[in-house]
């Protein structure tokens, strides 16, 4: 949703585990016959999170599910004029899905951005939020220095 929504003064934009292409997800082994039952009757779908998450349950629609299928590099990537920092893990399918995204959309995104590999990562980034933070602090002291902003006028098209 970052880069979707990417204004065109941000000086910089960083993501952790954001699918940025076509995911593969076989519904039925993500849902329970319940949970399918409630996507299809009122388009959304509470799934119950472990004890350690900070929320109890998280509520998704239908149409972000369907989003994530239907991924587009060009059209997500089309507004984003400043560096990313696409953060990725390898510790279960869904993060090795949004990893191989990640380096395929790659050079659709400005100069400067890149991928970071978090090896042995999940989704949930369970055991590995030190290296998140390290990241993340790193990547906006480098891009959010004022002597390295620049105006959007001046930033690659």
């Known amino acids: 949703m970052c880069l979707a929504a990417a204004p065109p003064q941000a ?21 329970t016959p319940a949970q399918l039952d409630e996507l299809d009757r009122s388009g959304r779908v509470a799934m119950p999170q472990n004890a350690d998450r900070s929320r109890s349950t998280v509520v998704t629609s239908a149409s972000l599910l369907q989003a994530l299928v239907d991924g587009d590099h060009p059209a997500l990537f089309d507004g984003v004029r400043c560096p990313v920092l696409l953060i990725d893990g390898d510790g279960d399918e869904e993060e090795r899905q949004a990893l191989a995204q990640a380096r395929q959309g790659l050079p659709l995104l400005p100069a400067g951005s890149r991928v970071a590999l978090l090896p042995g990562s999940p989704h949930n980034l369970a055991g590995h939020l030190d290296e998140v933070i390290e990241l993340l602090l ?19 098209p």
């Open 11 to 31: 000086a910089t934009i960083a993501t952790t585990g954001a699918p940025t292409g076509p995911m593969r997800y076989d519904r039925h082994d993500l849902f």
């Open 138 to 156: 790193g990547w906006f002291a480098e891009h959010l220095a004022p002597a390295r902003r620049k105006p959007p006028s001046e930033r690659r």
